[in-house]
């Protein structure tokens, strides 16, 4: 059984490009949560989606950002216009319900740099 | 407002001896605390966790203590290993609203020397 899988691990944007990462979850897991990771910081949650659906996004900027979690295919994480301060690690994790104690698997997560 | 504080931001530790983490919170509302460690590269990986209707778990070398009180828990790794080397994440999250969210601390970065 797979884990969580993101792409690409590494990804280098120039300013003002798009960039897309990528988070299929476990198998069976319906639930997929973003959280970014800025060096020396501990990681700060973004979003939280179920298939078709966003259910949460209070951590998310409120311009540039978007998630999705379609039907078919995983999780997107798309970022606008990327600028320096992007610069991050961003994990994706899913879990296969949600609620109080359940616990959330963690990808390896995708290392945005801009340049 | 970081509702979670973690300390020590880095650990040295003789391989054998007891490696101690500690944190705290503010949010009443947190009914969960995990503990996660992350090797270089990898994403975490959840270690021990516990809820605060007991004030101990242990699995292991590692054991979770828990003060409600004092709204403080901390991580213990007994006889540290050099593989324990890794940087160490406390977090926390409700059991109503939101309880899927885990608040992190800012992390621990554990060296185990031989």
């Known amino acids: 059984n797979a884990g969580v899988m993101q792409n690409p691990r590494h990804l280098v944007r120039r300013r003002g490009q798009e960039a897309r990462l990528r988070c299929s979850p476990m198998?069976?897991?319906?639930?997929v949560y973003w959280y970014r990771q800025l060096p020396e910081e501990g990681l700060k949650f973004m979003v939280y989606?179920?298939?078709?659906?966003?259910?949460?996004e209070s951590g998310m900027p409120k311009e540039r950002f978007s998630a999705e979690f379609p039907k078919e295919g995983p999780s997107i994480l798309r970022i606008q216009q990327v600028v320096r301060g992007d610069s991050a690690a961003y994990f994706c994790?899913?879990?296969?319900?949600?609620?109080?104690?359940?616990?959330?698997?963690f990808g390896q997560g995708t290392r945005l740099t801009v340049v | 407002q970081q509702q979670v504080k973690q300390s020590p931001q880095s650990l040295i530790v003789q391989k054998g001896g007891i490696s101690i983490i500690n944190c705290a919170y503010e949010?009443?509302?947190?009914?969960?605390f995990p503990w996660y460690q992350q090797f270089p590269g990898k994403g975490p990986a959840l270690l021990i966790a516990?809820?605060?209707?007991?004030s101990e778990k242990k699995e292991g070398r590692f054991t979770i203590s828990f003060n409600k009180s004092a709204k403080q828990f901390s991580l213990h790794i007994m006889d540290s290993q050099p593989g324990d080397s890794a940087t160490y994440f406390c977090?926390?999250?409700?059991?109503?609203?939101?309880?899927?969210?885990?608040?992190f601390g800012k992390g621990t970065k554990l060296s185990v020397i031989p």
């Open positions: 994790a899913s879990s296969p319900t949600t609620g109080a104690n359940t616990e959330a698997f």
């Open positions: 198998k069976g897991h319906s639930h």
């Open positions: 989606l179920q298939k078709e659906n966003i259910i949460d």
């Open positions: 949010n009443t509302a947190f009914d969960y």
């Open positions: 516990i809820r605060p209707d007991v």
């Open positions: 977090a926390a999250s409700g059991s109503g609203a939101g309880s899927y969210q885990l608040t």
